[in-house]
């Protein structure tokens, strides 16, 4: 089972950057589509984008415009480009497979906190 672990993550002022990446334990080529998710405290854990494995992205609503996300399937790893973040996106972030049938092993996640 493909196993995930997520960095990047940190402390940043709203209005700032982070870039996360998500490194893969084997090849993601064959996945379908990768996803990073977000939980907050006391929330579901919430899909945030999504990129299939031709490229194809889609995004929450409250992120389009300021998140980015891309794989690089040579390095079995897929990012997340955050721009203009603002408290209501602290959370710890993860990926995994869009699909539940593709899923690997949770990782642990990396924290994100936007505060001033």
């Known amino acids: 089972q493909v196993q995930f672990v997520e960095s990047g993550g940190g402390l940043v002022q709203p209005g700032g950057s982070l870039r996360l990446s998500c490194a893969a334990s084997a090849s993601i080529s064959r996945i379908s589509a990768m996803a990073w998710y977000r939980q907050a405290p006391g929330l579901q854990r919430e899909v945030v984008a999504v990129?299939?494995?031709?490229?194809?992205?889609n995004y929450k609503d409250s992120v389009k415009g300021r998140f980015t996300i891309s794989r690089d399937n040579s390095k079995n790893t897929v990012y997340l480009q955050m721009n203009s973040l603002n408290p209501e996106d602290t959370a710890v972030y993860s990926c995994?497979?869009?699909?539940?049938?593709?899923?690997?092993?949770w990782g642990q996640g990396t924290q994100v906190t936007v505060s001033s």
């Open positions: 990129i299939d494995r031709n490229g194809g992205t």
């Open positions: 995994n497979a869009a699909f539940v049938t593709e899923r690997g092993s």
